[in-house]
């Protein structure tokens, strides 16, 4: 097996051990920082609760995995989102505006990009970075149509929320491209705007702080 194949397939069996901790019903984990401070785990059959930076606003995942926000200062629910299947990753902006979530789709083995924009009391998912990344993915490999989407991931923020830090990596079965291969992307929060693609050999250099180790490993 090559180097980028394994690559790819530590990726993958790192979000399996992740959905395997999450049936074994060990909720301490639920919540605790995942490949970076930025981002918290949710698991499946877990509540989670991730409040705001600026502690104005309060995200609840329940068990059963129904997103919802609460205003600190009062005990009423503002706004009931939809499910998330995990395992899965939140992670606010720090802004307080905007969080995304990495939706392991209930088996770990891919991940959805969805983002949500936060407007006092009101909340909406906005899935234009996920199709724009796919989309430059798909260009970028002259993948077949018959192809799956490949994977979007969130890992960070860039200075002040401005820009969300992305990799994008096929998926195991009928990859969009060679399965180990994958590239970084930085959006810009706002409008969700591709503003830089960062080759795999750069990531490393810039972001291996942000990502788990499997990810560079030889």
């Not at 401070?37 to 698991?43: A, E, G």
């Not at 104005?56 to 005990?75: I, P, Y």
């Not at 503003?195 to 560079?216: A, G």
Request: aromatic share 8%; proline share 6%.
């Amino acid at each position: 097996m090559s180097k980028i194949n394994n690559v790819a397939r530590n990726v993958v069996v790192l979000m399996a051990v992740l959905n395997s901790v999450a049936f074994g019903q060990n909720c301490k984990l639920s919540g605790t920082t995942d490949w970076n401070p930025s981002l918290r785990s949710v698991l499946a059959d877990c509540s989670f609760t991730l409040p705001s930076p600026d502690g104005q606003l309060r995200l609840n995942v329940t068990a059963s995995g129904v997103m919802s926000l609460w205003k600190n200062t009062e005990a009423k629910k503002a706004w009931r989102g939809p499910k998330l299947q995990p395992p899965a990753m939140v992670s606010w902006s720090p802004k307080s505006d905007t969080f995304f979530v990495n939706d392991g789709e209930g088996s770990g083995m891919s991940s959805v990009f969805r983002v949500f924009r936060v407007n006092g009391i009101q909340v909406m998912e906005d899935d234009s970075i996920e199709r724009a990344a796919v989309a430059l993915y798909r260009r970028r490999t002259h993948c077949t149509r018959s192809s799956a989407d490949p994977n979007v991931w969130g890992f960070g923020w860039g200075m002040n929320g401005d820009s969300i830090l992305l990799f994008v990596q096929p998926t195991v079965d009928e990859p969009c491209g060679p399965s180990g291969n994958f590239i970084g992307l930085i959006v810009q929060t706002s409008d969700g705007k591709i503003v830089e693609t960062i080759p795999e050999v750069q990531m490393k250099k810039r972001f291996d702080s942000l990502l788990p180790p499997e990810m560079f490993s030889k």
